[in-house]
């Protein structure tokens, strides 16, 4: 699986957009872009998934670039409850190690009042 | 009731002690995977497996053993704890027909002795 590169924290006031970055530049043509948060010790939570095309659900918008080296995650109201780790992952998930991703360290949101 | 159970939640143990991690699932889902969470770390997959007679080592399976007993049971053993075993521990699913969305369980907090 190809590797990611994320900040380590990022703050973001409350009610505004929280963008967070993700470079993949070794990503390979069937492998896709998802996006987990942790929130405090608890089980990461999927968030929101793409290959090429941006991707909106109710959760959060994903931008991916036309050269699919780097994404963005957008939340675009961030409330206190969106502080927590986000990772970025990349996998093929018709590989032979299916959907066993791989998290890295992530980013860390604090989203402040 | 959550979809992915894990027990037990916390464990204190001694150095040499065999532990078992158990994992159920109500999803229906047919893979199922162990991972490992160290203080401010990221995730480490340690086993994975994609039915009830597959089963895959991950990055760090050293030290560590698996059994699928059914569709929904995943177990993790630690034949002979050690102390750099302490860590969090995270039973997850997905979907063999899925996009690649993995259901965590809420972990399990192992502390070796």
């Known amino acids: 699986d190809a590797k990611t590169t994320q900040p380590t924290s990022m703050d973001c006031a409350e009610g505004r957009a929280a963008n967070l970055p993700c470079n993949h530049s070794?990503?390979?043509?069937?492998?896709?872009v998802y996006w987990y948060r942790q929130i405090h010790s608890q089980g990461p939570q999927y968030i929101i998934h793409g290959l090429k095309n941006n991707e909106t659900n109710e959760m959060a918008s994903l931008i991916i670039t036309e050269d699919r080296k780097s994404s963005t995650l957008i939340l675009p109201h961030a409330t206190l409850r969106d502080t927590a780790v986000y990772y970025c992952?990349?996998?093929?998930?018709?590989?032979?190690?299916?959907?066993?991703?791989?998290f890295g360290k992530g980013t860390s949101l604090l989203v402040t009042p | 009731d959550a979809d992915v159970t894990q027990t037990p939640r916390n464990r204190i143990t001694k150095t040499g002690k065999r532990i078992m991690l158990e994992c159920s699932q109500t999803?229906?889902?047919?893979?199922m995977y162990w991972y490992r969470q160290d203080p401010g770390l990221g995730l480490q997959l340690i086993y994975y497996s994609f039915d009830v007679k597959d089963i895959n080592k991950g990055e760090i399976s050293d030290g560590y053993s698996v059994s699928r007993q059914a569709q929904a049971k995943f177990s993790l053993s630690l034949e002979s704890a050690i102390p750099n075993q302490t860590a969090l521990y995270f039973c997850?699913?997905?979907?063999?027909?899925?996009?690649?969305?993995?259901?965590f369980g809420e972990g399990s907090r192992l502390t070796v002795l």
């Open positions: 997850a699913t997905s979907g063999s027909g899925s996009t690649g969305e993995l259901f």
């Open positions: 999803k229906g889902h047919d893979r």
């Open positions: 070794t990503i390979s043509g069937n492998e896709y």
């Open positions: 992952i990349v996998s093929a998930p018709n590989s032979n190690s299916g959907y066993a991703l791989n």
